[in-house]
């Protein structure tokens, strides 16, 4: 069974300064990984998606994450943040024999001017 | 682009009825899933469908559930006698192909209020 755990709830950052959301991930087999964004009111928008390709995925809105098969980690990141980036993000994991997607509890951002 | 819409957006419904969800998924998708979040929770799998059939359900999706594809456009979920328990946002997604690395295309979700 898979499973992910974001390892922080909210992160805060100032406008124009790097964005890290932290995601590890417990799965069986080699699992697909999936970051999807939520803004207010919206429904799930996907970011970007690791299918065991290149470990660095790059998705939209300027946003990447790498793969890292030692640290059971996928974390997200962004050089610079902008204004529209407050919402939420979920990291997902799906297994090879488990098509279904397993969320992580979400990590909020906001974003400072 | 393609989009999975759902509708309504908002559902208000007293405890004991029965609530219809309705999703269209992008018209070329063949495989379609009902996710719930209740609200400060995580997003959680309820049934996956495909070929009028359900592929897999979770231990939430009990007999008070069921899915229905009535049409070559709609897909639904109904809760038979709603619960306070209920109260949650229902997302509809869907996808072209199987596989665990088809990334799901989410609606925006129905907020479902159980008075």
């Known amino acids: 069974a898979q499973s992910v755990t974001q390892l922080d709830s909210h992160v805060s950052v100032s406008e124009g300064t790097p964005v890290l959301l932290r995601c590890n991930y417990s799965s069986s087999y080699s699992p697909s990984l999936f970051w999807y964004v939520q803004h207010p009111n919206k429904g799930l928008q996907l970011l970007l998606k690791y299918t065991s390709a290149a470990t660095l995925v790059k998705g939209i809105n300027g946003f990447e994450a790498e793969f890292k098969k030692s640290e059971t980690s996928f974390h997200l990141t962004k050089p610079s943040a902008h204004m529209s980036d407050a919402a939420e993000y979920f990291c997902?994991?799906?297994?090879?024999?488990?098509?279904?997607?397993?969320f992580g509890a979400g990590t909020t951002v906001t974003v400072r001017a | 682009e393609p989009e999975v819409t759902q509708t309504p957006s908002h559902q208000v419904t007293q405890m004991g009825q029965e609530v219809i969800l309705r999703c269209v998924p992008i018209?070329?998708?063949?495989?379609f899933y009902w996710y719930r979040q209740i609200l400060g929770q995580k997003v959680e799998f309820l049934v996956s469908f495909y070929n009028n059939e359900i592929s897999e359900k979770s231990e939430i999706f009990d007999d008070q559930f069921s899915v229905e594809r009535p049409d070559g456009s709609n897909f639904t979920l109904k809760i038979r006698s709603t619960k306070l328990e209920d109260s949650a946002m229902y997302f509809c997604a869907s996808t072209r192909d199987q596989g665990w690395n088809q990334p799901q295309h989410f609606g925006d979700g129905t907020r479902l209020s159980i008075l």
């Open positions: 997902v994991v799906s297994d090879r024999d488990d098509y279904k997607l397993s």
């Open positions: 018209s070329n998708h063949l495989y």
